[in-house]
């Protein structure tokens, strides 16, 4: 009896220890610290918000909007696959976006990837098939940041993984080239804030200062179906895209979820049935 209360004082006593440990050095520092200080273009910096009326996808009940996803492609082959990459995706995985197999062949081969001329062994560029994956613009990241003022286009394969809040990310981004409130622009230029030549001013961006252009204008591409190519609306279809080359089975592990909540409501059931099965005959006792 001693022993087991001294090895329970024991454990609170060291565990006492270790929380006050890591917790007062912290709280001196809060108190007599100076205040944290932020960079000068802190006050421009802006959440990530989803485009009007959300994303299909969002939400435990979300489902791919198909034609959003094949907009979204159009936007990628016509517009960012200039500069970036998305060397995770095979032209076959296009078939997921209700494409036929004769369409994905016949959309892999207006593709260009590197390949070897089988006669003469040199490298040469070949139409694609299916089973390529999309190639990068760029033959190294020397030459890319060569052509992009020292920036290297990121692949865009897993972007909506790699930024918090992704989806919502690369569509504020996209959407995002603003002018400074010239009240902030004021503060901030005096504490040092500006935009040196060759970067753009983009409040969604993590120093809101970043090396890509902006790339969507009113009627930069045309939809096949039809829909009219907004700056928001391309943006919202590019980003949607995004979301579907870092995660296909985004949808499918979400019905996954659901699936396996029913299962479990049912496993309790029976769990508690048999429970009642058991004990049936044991009556309980009298005190
Ligand atoms: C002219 C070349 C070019 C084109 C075309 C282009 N980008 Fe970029 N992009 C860049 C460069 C350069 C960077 C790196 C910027 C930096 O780090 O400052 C970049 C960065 C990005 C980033 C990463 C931002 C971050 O958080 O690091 C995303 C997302 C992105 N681009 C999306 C797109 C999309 C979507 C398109 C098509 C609509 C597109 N880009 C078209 C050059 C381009």
Known sequence: MTIRLAGILAGIGITAVLVLWSLVPGVINLVTGPPAEKPAYYVFKEDPVAPEGGFSFAGAAGKWDYAQLQRGYAVYKQVCSACHGLK???????????????????????????????????????????????????????????????????????????????????????NGYVDPDPEKLAAAQENGFETPMGLYFNPWFSNVNLAMPPQLYEGSITYDDGTEATVPQMSADIAAFLTWTAEPSLIKRKQTGWFVIAFLLFATGLAYLSYKQVWAGKKPKKK
Do not use: C, H
């Open 88 to 174: 995770y995706v095979a032209f076959r995985n296009l078939a997921e976006l209700g494409y036929s197999e004769d369409q994905v062949r016949a959309e892999a081969a207006t593709w260009n990837v590197p390949g070897i001329d089988p006669a003469t062994g040199e490298q040469i560029m070949r139409p694609a098939e299916p089973t390529d994956y999309f190639p990068n613009p760029y033959p190294n990241n020397v030459a890319a940041a060569a052509a992009n003022n020292n920036a290297i286009p990121p692949d865009l394969s897993l972007i909506t993984k790699a930024r918090a809040d992704g989806s919502n990310y690369v569509y504020s981004l996209l």
